[in-house]
């Protein structure tokens, strides 16, 4: 075990509960006037009591989300180039034995889709495919990467872990940024969802975001898959990690994000463990305040209302508009797979104006390589 492995097992997670869950006013009081946080103190934000102060975490987690990022939110669009996957996710509908239309596009058809998004204002694209040894090797993405590249400015996958080698070469295909959740920091639920394939070794996963920056990619983002597990646990490992990146990837801009379980074909998607919509905005507060440079990224999983309200509390990246399906812009008529359902279904454009008629500016292209100057 390396990296965030071994700092994942020494968590003191028997107190962080303790003080998540049983945190008096008094030191919640503390966690919201403190500069900078630690992990002790983003525990005492997601206490119940802590939930009856949400106005005031709302407010800071503003202020700072405005001073470190101005007023804007970043707009990006996931184009899915292939549902083909030899794992056995049990809330995924892109599960290897899952009865599904599966598709892989060409390079061609992935550009046509881009091109699509292009015009739809879109800079910024995240690749997302199954994990597919032979439909989505390596060599593939690598193909689909310079392919999109030349009429792209800003590319990120997420996609099946790999080497740092593999990120290597994807970096010097145009890859800038790397996506990949945990989906759960807890290991016995994580043995429980994830029943066959290489995604059943949970370090492996882990440390993917390591080999991601050491192969050169500039964004690392990482979450969690609210619904699987208890969700302050999850919360916490996910903060642990991402302070981690930010700690040892001082170059990378580090992004985080509360993905909840979602209605998927043929999967299991009741959420065991839910995270209210109030939670869900305690938790972007939350994550404002102890870690006041890292984005926050939320999907279209999240119904519209509640997407607009987030805005203001800290969200800076957003997706819009999206299909989770292969050829999903091109064609959304021909009857394939999809990953899950969106609950957004606006059209970027109508996300865009929501976003202004909020005060903030919706920017389409990569602010961050701004930011990090
Ligand atoms: S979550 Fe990813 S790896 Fe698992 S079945 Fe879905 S696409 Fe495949």
Redo the contacts with the bound molecule.
Sequence with gaps: MTGFGEELAALPMEELLRVATEAAPDTVERALAREPLDLFDFAALLSPEAGRRLEDLAQRAHALTVQRFGKTVQLYAPLYVS?E?????T??????T?PIARKTLTPEQAVAEARLLRARGFRHLLIV????PRHVSPEYLGTILRALAAETPSLSVEV?PQTEEIYREWTAAGAEGLVVYQ?TYDRDTYARV?LA?K?KDFDWRLATPDRGAAGGMKRLGIGALFGLSDWRQEALRLAAHARYLVRRYWRCFVTVSFPRLRPAEYADTLARHPLADADLARLVCAFRLLLPDVGVVLSTREPAQLRDGLVRLGVTQMSAGSRTEPGGYSAPEVPTGR?FEVSDERTAGEVARTIRELGFDPVWKDWEAALRG
Excluded: D, I, L
């Excluded at 996957?85 to 996710?89: A, F, I, N, Q, Y």
């Excluded at 809330?91 to 290897?96: D, E, L, M, N, W």
């Design positions: 549902n996957c030899v794992e056995t996710c809330y995924c509908a892109f599960s290897r899952n495919s199954g994990e597919h099946q989906e994830h394939g995604k990953q």
